[in-house]
């Protein structure tokens, strides 16, 4: 075989090596925002068959395409750009590695307890609360944006609407608007625990 034909055939490798990473990590995050190439490209202003390309390493993105892909995904160029570390993707959160907290002076007796606190820009936010046994009369409600959901642990409990009482025991558990006033104690033998989950992300 002559030894110049052998040159032209590995030739097309050695350019792929450098773009394979941000490649890979374009289409994952492609993936994970559960968008088509076209869907992507059109959000990118970008044409379907260069995307293509620069998932299958084939192109190499400018610093331009960079940032209009990043902004596309909502992510920053540095997440585009690298993989995050598997610790801030997969968290593990240890029953003694929760942190707490109280909340504000208004609402004594409650005890939070967050979590996932080492992740950052969440989606949701998650913690555990113990709801007191009694409330003060003149013990504000609260409401926030975005929406709650509210999974007994443990004990008994209920929460406190301004029209409604929802009574809950252990296994179940209460979606609700947020923005709906609310307040809950705990009715058992026992202080309630319960995993309380809050979103405040806006819907696109």
Do not use: C, W
Request: cysteine-free; aromatic content about 4%.
């Amino acid at each position: 075989m002559n030894p110049s034909h052998r040159m032209k055939e590995k030739q097309p490798s050695a350019p792929n090596a450098e773009p394979s990473g941000i490649a890979a990590r374009l289409a994952e995050l492609r993936k994970l925002n559960g968008l088509t190439l076209e869907e992507l490209a059109q959000r990118a202003s970008l044409t379907k068959s260069y995307l293509s390309k620069l998932e299958r390493g084939l192109s190499s993105p400018t610093i331009g395409t960079v940032l209009k892909l990043a902004d596309a995904l909502g992510v920053t160029v540095d997440q585009l750009i690298a993989r995050a570390p598997r610790s801030n993707e997969i968290l593990l959160v240890k029953a003694a590695d929760r942190v707490p907290f109280s909340p504000s002076t208004e609402r004594q007796g409650y005890t939070y307890e967050a979590i996932a606190t080492a992740r950052p820009d969440k989606a949701m936010q998650p913690f555990i609360m113990l709801p007191p046994f009694t409330l003060a009369e003149d013990q504000p409600m609260a409401s926030h944006a975005g929406e709650e959901l509210i999974f007994v642990i443990s004990g008994a409990m209920e929460v406190v609407f301004d029209d409604r009482t929802v009574p809950m025991q252990a296994g179940d558990s209460l979606y609700f608007n947020a923005a709906i006033p609310h307040r809950s104690r705990s009715t058992g033998r026992v202080q309630a625990q319960a995993l309380v989950v809050v979103s405040d992300r806006k819907r696109d």
